[in-house]
């Protein structure tokens, strides 16, 4: 076993006792990567097993007026990753030896410059690893550039299966970290989509420096279905974050700031209605980027009229993404926004009607030998 020396202070690793802080300290709590840290010395963690599989689920970011700092997971739809200890790759080093699904072909295998590949390194890092090199195999289930947090999911599934092969040593908020700088480098720095990945459910990104992240917890009797319509056109995170103003008048600040909290009550409370409103309601981000997307005005209005409580632009788009309380009227209001893509925008698109994912990115399978 080797020893290694690192900055990070898992909180399940025993930290020596001069260093020892109470759990109230912030330095528990997240940012685990601050530079004036005293280093302590880890032993660095064996594999405990030869290979696992991990699962992260599709997001939707910013739910209307929570840019950058709102997001909730979806089922059913999502990333895996599996992660091997494998003796033919340089220790301390990952290499990603396959990639598929439908847009495999666009996605690179040098670890450096794919999502799972940046979040898996960050782990390893984390850990301290220096004798195993692993390799990874990344099953794309997410469209790429949908706004369903594609990058996210791949990341987020990624330091799990790393840190799940190391026997779980980091915690929630180092994985949400490890995976950031995933996010960091292809898309901007936004947890709204990578944080409700790693945890489930909704997460409200209370601070990025330090790290502070909030679950908001969707009572569990409630029924609510989100309509996912994905039409046939990318739109990259970082041409639709460059659309965006740098400066936004006190009136849409003011109403912008009283719809999250709105949007956050709602949540809180199961108040679909309430939910649907705020959803709507953003008046900064989603009339910018609307109009980037052909057919978008007209899908949010169709989603409406046929009875959704709210609608908007999921993450940075193009998926739009419309609430209900039904699953059989989330088909219905998917019909819709279908023809008014086809209808306005002379886009192909396809309706998912999912529920939330209330548990995050998880290990789906181990082996031993
Ligand atoms: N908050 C990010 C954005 C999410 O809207 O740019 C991207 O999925």
Redesign the pocket.
Known sequence: MAICCCYYTPANFRIPQSTQVSSADPRLRCNLSLPSRTPISLAEPDPICTSVKAFAPA?V??LGPG??FL?CAVDGLGDTVSISVDSKVHPGEISISNISGDNAKKLRKDPLWNCAGIAAIEVMKMLGIRSVGLSLSLEKGLPLGS?L?SS?ASAAAAAVAVNGIFGNKLGVEELVLASLKSEEKV??Y?A??VAPAIMGGFVLIRSYEPLDLIPLKFPSEKDLFFVLVCPDFEAP?KK??AA?PTEIAMPHHVWNCSQAGALVASVLQGDLVGLGKALSSDKI?EPK?APLIPGMEAVKKAALEAGAFGCT????GPTAVAVTDNEERGKEIGKHMVEAFFREGNLKACANVKQLDRVGARLINSTKH
């Not at 632009?313 to 940075?316: L, M, N, Q, R």
């Open positions: 997001t970011a910013n840019f950058d997001g706004g947090g996210a898309s901007g936004h709204d989509n995170t639709m974050r965006l981000v980027r632009i999921s993450g940075a």
